[in-house]
């Protein structure tokens, strides 16, 4: 099995990044300084992060930091384009499970508003979203007209402190998973279908595109990890590739319905990562288990100490396997947008053709991280489950 | 740290999605894929084998068909090895018979030759005895008559019995 382009495109991609994230450090001293002079003009911008100024904590007029944050969290809104009323917004349902059970009601109610102003109130409870987060709205608003109350922490970070329901709205994220669902479903079946056409017949169309990725899982990420049993595992790791491949790709794409952030979410990579351990753990033969409790071949005081390190191993696998995935992801969304925001900062059109250029280069390069990400992904699951499953001699 | 915490309603929204995502696929998509795929590879590797073992087939044929033609040639020159050898036997035969029955003509004739030679003689002999009874007889007469024509007569006839 051929590592070596993966390793080389990894390490050339560190590279890249490295070079542009200190020609990035270059423009930000200079960026701040730029933007501390147009400050005022700076206010046309900052329109979604009001809440910030809100605060009054940066006066610097564009927020970077928030402004991206927004744009890799999950929300209640889908943006197709423009802003609030001047744009067109698709409204996603929210359903909570409160105290006097299940509401449900359009995110309309909420007016595109994040800073917990505007009440929605339902089946006699009152709802307010701030963050992308619903909370029980307080009885009265506070002196900037917010109906949550807040705390700051040690760490001098504002906290809310209101209570909130279950949220198990159908979100920007899960709508977006949804499609990608739906999508798969058809791609995959009108690939089964070609399969079961031309029994026995050289590939066409889609099924042509896809074969040469499915033998691709096949040989190159189950056979070599799973040997002989990797026939039980393909559904999961084939599902598991071409789900975080396919929504790495659609979180690419900057237009409705892509630009959810669904594979850099850490809810998505914890699900995928958690079900990899179970396997692991629910598949695991007795050698993986002995491994673990009772390590043949080193003195018992060792293999005492081994035990808490061995179960420890178990965890951080799975915990390493959702943390890079979800790193990954949202860093390659955070540079994109940084590049893109380079403009905010300088406020000035000229900047345009070098941040697009970065850009679009990032996102060249995203390109293969998503294909590079989902491999990883899937080679790990497979390893993993691997290591659990192997028959030791 | 907002970003690492993640919310209750999209673990549960995902942790289904995939779940039922799982499923579909793998009802709808991966098990007849895997198949098809399975079984194309299968009966491509069959195709191979059979090819190879008809190429192994042809191959044996062929060296058992050049066996054959040297065999062939080997008993055909066999034959014609056997063939000259009998005919040499046979003409050899044929001479030695023939001169055998030469042999045992030419002795045939020179003693029917031999025969006829003795029966000659004894014929002559005969002859001269009778002949010489003849003259003796007349020699006999005359004498009685005259003596010196005795004496001619011998000597005449003396002659003639020397010229024959």
Sequence with gaps: MDYNRVFVSKVRRLIVVFALFSVFLGFRTTAFAQADSVAAQGHEVSAPVAHAEEHGKEEKGFDITSFIFHHISDSHFFTIWGHGDHGLTLHLPIILWTDNGLVTFSSSAFQFDDAGKVVAEKNGQRFVIAHNKIYYANAAADAHGSYVSHVTDEKGEEKITNARPLDFSVTKNVFSMLISIVVLVIIFTAVAAGYRKRAGKSPKGVQSFFEPIILFVRDDIARPNLGHKYAAFMPYLLTVFFFIWFNNMLGLVPFFPGGANVTGNIALTAVLAVITYLITTFKGNKHYWKHIFWMPGVPVPIKIFLIPLELMGTLTKPIALAIRLFANITAGHILVMSLLCLIFIFNSYAVAPASIFFAVFIGLIEFLVAFIQAFIFTILSALFIGLAVEEHH | ?164
């Excluded at chain 2, 098809?36 to 590797?45: N, V």
């Excluded at chain 2, 023939?98 to 030759?113: M, N, P, S, V």
């Excluded at chain 2, 008559?145 to 006839?157: F, G, I, R, S, Y």
């Design chain 2, 1 to 164: 740290m907002d970003l690492l915490v993640p919310e209750i309603g999209l673990l549960a929204w995902n942790t289904i999605s995939f779940l039922v995502l799982v499923f579909l696929l793998g009802k709808f998509a991966w098990k007849p894929i895997m198949k098809g795929i399975h079984d194309r590879e299968k009966s491509i590797d069959e195709a191979l084998n059979k090819a190879e073992l008809a190429r192994q087939e042809m191959a044996r044929l062929s060296s058992q068909n050049e066996e054959l033609m040297k065999q062939a040639r080997e008993e055909r020159d066999q034959i014609l090895k056997e063939a000259k050898t009998l005919k040499d036997s046979i003409v050899n035969e044929a001479k030695t018979q023939a001169q055998t029955e030469g042999a045992k003509l030419i002795e045939k004739a020179r003693i029917e030759i031999e025969n006829q030679k003795k029966a000659a003689l004894a014929e002559l002999k005969g002859q001269v005895s009778a002949l010489s009874l003849d003259i003796a007889e007349r020699v006999l007469r005359s004498q009685l008559d005259d003596k010196a024509k005795q004496q001619e007569l011998v000597n005449n006839l003396l002659k003639d019995v020397e010229l024959n």
